[in-house]
């Protein structure tokens, strides 16, 4: 995590979270104050380091409020490994399904994409130069030495003839000759790297051999079984399992290509391992999602398997265990946990009481409003209305929504909420797609440059689907 990040105090980190996320006010300074703890405990002395852990959150809210984007938007601005999984997909050990151990496995494996992209940056010069070297290589190979059996049976005979002396004059004189070879190839590559440098040999096929990157699969294993191991056998035995293979593209694209190889070649992979762990288990963030769909106890109504199994094997990883992954033993007990369900239909008090106790941050998110809609379609860096009219600007058509058409639009998806089921902010992805499917349909065809949406034009297009109820169910 850098310094800057770091710095940041908590009313910085709602100010960094508002630019994409319209209210939840409450939820923000909860996951605002819990990265901000991070930070205050590396700065603790080493013996009480260890004491403080993370203080794990719980959210409760309806679906599409901004839950999911709350804890994705903080791990981006930490700089942090973070996963999503749904907890409905987790079945108790025993059963047929993903063992909630993948979840630390999978953030390992974040951390680890996350350290190694960054390393990789580092050594990004370099590695394009040595991308060059090769390219010229294949290119213009320098001259070598030919050493073949007729050629030493020829010398050893001219050498019984004419004596050694005389043998020594001749390699010496085939020496200079090839250092001449050599000196104009050398020109010649020179003129060649300057050339590939500049770009001007883009264009220019060539057939360059790579690692296969294929992953070894093995037929019959799941997921959770085989394929842990053969990634591990995979890393152990490194170049046994990697294959080469040659591929025939342009020069820009063998540029890129080589400079990836080159700079996994130069940075130190067990280093990255190691500090891919430390990262994963000091800084990680897990997002479980839907974890209202398993607060169940046994007994209780239902038809799914084992819910309070589910909780209990859950709990061990919420409290701190260690995980074997492929990048090493992972601990978990400093990783920041935000779980989040609608509990609609059960409660958090259905959750065990163990599970309870680990997540002591509970924030409710509130329903959004009409004014809500408003915002979120101006205000936050990837509105949606600024991501239509990118769209309909690479076609030529300059889009524009009046004051008055998104007052309208705002109103209808609060509408459609309220009538139907309550998606949130989702709403407006399914009433901006019908309301502009015409125009996407026909915008390459389209000679008119400027198109301004009026209230008029989105009742006109969406009105009468509102209204009806049973339509807008199916549709909206």
């Known amino acids: 995590m850098s310094e800057s990040i770091e710095g940041l105090t908590p009313r910085e980190i709602v100010r960094e979270l508002d630019k994409y996320i319209v209210g939840q006010g409450q ?223 342009m020069v820009a694209e063998a540029r890129r290509i080589l400079a990836e190889e080159e700079a996994r070649k130069l940075i130190d992979q067990e280093d990255v391992r190691r500090d891919a762990v430390h990262r994963a288990e000091d800084t990680g963030i897990i997002f479980i999602d839907e974890i209202d769909k398993i607060a169940g106890r046994e007994g209780t109504h239902g038809p799914e398997v084992s819910r309070e199994g589910v909780q209990r094997d859950i709990l061990p990883i919420i409290e701190g265990s260690t995980v074997v992954t492929r990048y090493g033993p992972v601990r978990t007990d400093h990783v920041l946990f935000v779980a989040a369900g609608a509990f609609h239909i059960s409660k958090p008090s259905d959750l065990i009481p163990e599970l309870q106790g680990r997540l002591p941050l509970r924030v409710e998110l509130d329903a959004l409003t009409e004014a809500d809609f408003r915002r979120i379609l101006t205000e936050p860096k990837n509105a949606l209305l600024r991501q239509y009219e990118a769209l309909m600007a690479t076609e030529g058509i300059h889009l524009k929504f009046d004051d008055d058409a998104i007052d309208e639009l705002s109103r209808m998806a609060f509408r459609v909420n309220e009538s139907a089921e309550n998606i949130g902010a989702r709403r407006l992805h399914t009433i901006m797609e019908k309301l502009l499917e015409e125009l996407s349909f026909e915008a390459p065809d389209l000679e008119v440059h400027d198109f301004v949406i009026t209230r008029q034009y989105v009742q006109d297009r969406l009105g009468s689907l509102v209204q009806d109820q049973d339509r807008s169910r199916f549709i909206l």
């Open 27 to 249: 939820a923000k300074r909860a996951v605002a104050v819990a990265l901000r703890n991070r930070f205050r405990r590396r700065r603790l002395p080493e013996e009480l380091r260890d004491e403080v852990i993370p203080k794990n959150i719980l959210m409760i809210g309806p679906t599409g409020v901004g839950k999911t984007e709350i804890a994705r938007r903080l791990a981006a601005l930490a700089n942090a490994p973070f996963i999503k999984v749904e907890a409905s997909k987790f079945t108790e050990v025993g059963y047929v399904g993903r063992d909630v151990d993948s979840m630390v496995r999978d953030l390992a494996q974040v951390a680890y994409r996350l350290v190694e992209a960054e390393r990789i940056e580092m050594v990004q010069d370099q590695a394009r130069e040595r991308a060059i070297d090769r390219i010229v290589n294949i290119l213009e190979p320098l001259p070598q030495r030919e050493h073949s059996p007729s050629d030493f049976i020829s010398s050893l005979s001219e050498a019984m003839q004419s004596g050694f002396q005389s043998r020594s004059e001749a390699r010496q004189e085939e020496d200079d000759r090839l250092r001449a070879q050599v000196q104009r190839k050398e020109r010649l590559r020179e003129r060649l790297r300057q050339e590939i440098a500049a770009g001007e040999r883009d264009q220019q096929p060539i057939d360059i051999e790579v690692e296969d990157q294929t992953p070894v699969t093995v037929q019959g294993f799941g997921a959770n079984g085989m394929d842990e191991v053969i990634s591990n056998l995979t890393d152990a035995l490194g170049s046994a399992f990697r294959k080469k293979r040659t591929r025939s593209v």
